[in-house]
């Protein structure tokens, strides 16, 4: 898949990159990358493998825009209140970069809508409630589609990448064996909106790791990142030979 002189001149600094260069750009061109949930952590991801040149980009949340959202998601403006955050998502990433394609699905993520992954070679997790969570890893363990998982809340997030089937590593429900009491969420307990910016990044970064085979992509581990302390930790995740999805 050749890029154009204009693709050449727009990722001149990929190129340049020994771990990604011509064949790891191209790669990007190919790939089709799916993120459920376009707000705090979904929109950020969304605008650097939109930058990066992600070939499809599939964008699918049920929300429109509120005010509250303005905090985090720096995707949308007061202007687009009401509006669904699928549509003006893809509007404004088109504008960044033409080359790419845009897929949206209007709806929350279940089982009625999971043969959707089968259109696209990874998934983003940007979600924020457990079930949600739960389905989307069980689906992607199914379908044997890697999974980039992101969280955020308060001052603290984490990171993790799955790639379940077949043993390769531990899926989401090793980490998270139960569902935790789901009043836990940011709206409830609040966050920081410049986390969702790191964390959301992180997210894309691990993406174009795996994409381009470049470096070594958080399989396996889980990092923990603390914002009020500047820290972060990476822990091994292994599988759960009990895990009602993956193991066994």
């Given amino acids: 898949m050749s890029l154009s002189p204009e693709e050449i001149e727009r990722y001149a600094r990929h190129l340049v990159l020994k771990e990604i260069g011509g064949p790891g750009q191209q790669k990007l061109k190919a790939a089709k990358v799916l993120i459920i949930g376009a707000g705090g952590l979904g929109a950020p991801a969304a605008l650097y493998l939109a930058a990066a040149g992600v070939g499809v980009l599939g964008l699918m949340d049920d929300d429109v825009v509120s005010l509250s959202n303005l905090q985090r998601q720096v995707l949308f403006t007061a202007d687009d209140k009401g509006q669904a955050k699928t549509g003006v998502a893809a509007k404004a990433l088109g504008a960044l970069n033409p080359h790419v394609r845009f897929n949206t699905h209007e709806c ?141």
């Fill in 108 to 248: 929350r993520f279940d089982q009625s809508v999971a043969e959707r992954l089968d259109n696209y070679d990874l998934v983003l997790d940007g979600t924020d409630n457990f079930a949600t969570r739960f389905a989307i890893n069980a689906a992607c363990h199914k379908a044997g589609k890697p999974l980039v998982f992101g969280a955020a809340i308060r001052f603290e997030g984490q990171i993790a990448c799955f790639d379940s089937q077949g043993g390769k590593t531990a899926c989401y429900q090793c980490l998270v064996p139960t569902m935790p009491h789901e009043g836990d969420t940011c709206e409830s307990l609040g966050v920081v909106g410049a986390l969702t910016g790191v964390i959301g990044s992180m997210m894309a970064l691990e993406a174009v790791k795996m994409i381009t085979g470049t470096g070594t992509p958080l399989l396996g581990r889980l990092m923990l990142y603390d914002g009020l302390a500047g820290q972060c930790r990476t822990l091994d995740l292994p599988p759960d030979p009990a895990c009602p999805v993956c193991g066994g």
